[in-house]
């Protein structure tokens, strides 16, 4: 969890710097993988906490830097829980979401226990209204139905 600030942290006035192309495996887990980066790290932070209380572990990677992508901590991941859910804020086509799952399938397909999720924005454009907006952008909720899917276990009422 090196390097992870949370949404209620204080960042510091001392000088740091994030390892160029190292992913930071900010919540470790065994049923499924949560890759993702940005502001969607503390919300797929949520989601598997939320998923922790109905008996599903899950990893969550903050990739940091997306050119490089550190591979070989995603595919690691992957291959220890055999599920995946990529999450991002772009639309789910030409987005990092889908080259992380085109990633996996090509390189881990024989260790997925089920196929890729993505949790992305919907494929429409950007909406002006902030009421709007907050529904465009992934979700704690959608990060936690897709991971109950994953791993077919209903979640708890």
Known sequence: MAGFVDSKS???AEAYAIPFGEA?????????TIVTYGLTVHRSVEAAE?????????????LRTLSPI????????????????AVD????RCSIASDITAYVSQ??????KAAP????????????????ED??????????AAGSTLVKRPLAA
């Open 10 to 12: 204080a960042l510091t």
């Open 24 to 32: 930071n495996v900010v919540r470790e887990g065994k049923d499924l």
């Open 50 to 62: 939320k998923l922790a209380k109905n008996g599903i572990e899950a990893e969550v990677i903050d």
């Open 70 to 85: 550190d591979w070989d901590t995603v595919l690691e991941s992957v291959t220890a829980t055999g599920r995946l859910i």
């Open 89 to 92: 804020e772009a639309h789910p």
């Open 107 to 112: 390189h881990a397909f024989g260790a997925l």
């Open 117 to 132: 999720q993505m949790v992305t924005a919907p494929h429409t454009p950007v909406p002006f209204s902030s009421a709007l």
């Open 135 to 144: 529904k465009y952008i992934p979700t704690a909720d959608a990060i936690v």
